[in-house]
């Protein structure tokens, strides 16, 4: 009998009970009182329980009213949500964004950017991957996403057919964890010392991704293709390796990792890019996902590992 049950009947319900009275629930609708009473009584039916008492001289709620009442608004705002996206739907489209996001970026201003999106533009339909190196450019050529953020260092796939417009920089730190030989090194450590200790670099799974790798030490390499296994390697004291200064800002602070100070070795900051088909347009709802990814650029001191 639940399915009988009207948005019609649960708005003259409402309006009964805010009126406290039949008389007044059927001025404020517009209606005959004897529509109104109708409708009450075919959501009774349809409920099996009595939601007024029935010798009361104003329109009382009984208990099994006043449980569902709470119900029933909730019922009517969210049809209300549905007619409101609907209408914005048909006068202005669904919005849609499908990107690939290389995994270094930093993830907070990538979380802010998509609550903006989602807050401002409630029906947006939104695809994103996460993605190292070669892979969200891939992604773009492919046709499976319209933008990729890619790090600038990586060498493009299909010269000519990406076009890249800087997008921002991040910071980077060197570190291990307390128990690592290198953690004990007080000074400045150099290069042919960083080699002599496995590295943790982060790849993908493209063709040629090992002849992309950047920000190598030595041959000693360990190669993941997920930022939150390094991290759970770093901290295990397995190796050393580059990573996100927001992503290890608390493991830093508690002691899980402690970073390391580099002698001679100059690492060029970490540059994002944005990057699309050549020649493409973006919409409107694009061009604001690529301004929210773009706020508060951050300076970096490390290149991409």
Sequence with gaps: MLDTVSINQLHTFVAVCEEMSFTGAARRLRRAQS????????????????LFQRD???????????????????????????????????????????????????RGRLIDCLRALERESPTAAISLRMVTMQGGEALVLAGSCSLAVTVSDVPEIKKGAIERHWLC??????????????????????REQFGQHVQLVVTDNQPGAEK???????ERQWLVNDLGAKRDLLISGLSWGHMPANLVAEDLAVGRLVELRRRAWHLRPLVFVLS??????????EERAVQLLADRAVSDSSQYP
């Design 56 to 106: 009361a001289r104003k329109a009382e709620l009984t208990a099994a009213g006043r449980g569902l009442l709470p119900d029933a608004r909730a019922v009517i705002a969210r049809m209300e949500e549905m007619k409101n996206r609907a209408k914005s739907m048909s006068t202005e489209g669904v919005p849609s964004l499908s990107i690939a996001v290389d995994t270094y970026f930093p």
């Design 212 to 218: 992309t790798q950047m920000g190598v030490a030595g």
């Design 35 to 50: 529509a109104v009473s109708h409708a009450i009584s075919a959501l009774e039916t349809a409920l099996g329980l009595e």
């Design 169 to 190: 920089e991040a910071e980077m730190v060197t570190v291990c964890a307390p128990t690592h030989p290198l953690a004990n090194i007080e000074r400045p450590i150099s």
């Design 276 to 285: 699309r088909m050549r020649g493409s347009e973006l919409s409107p709802f």
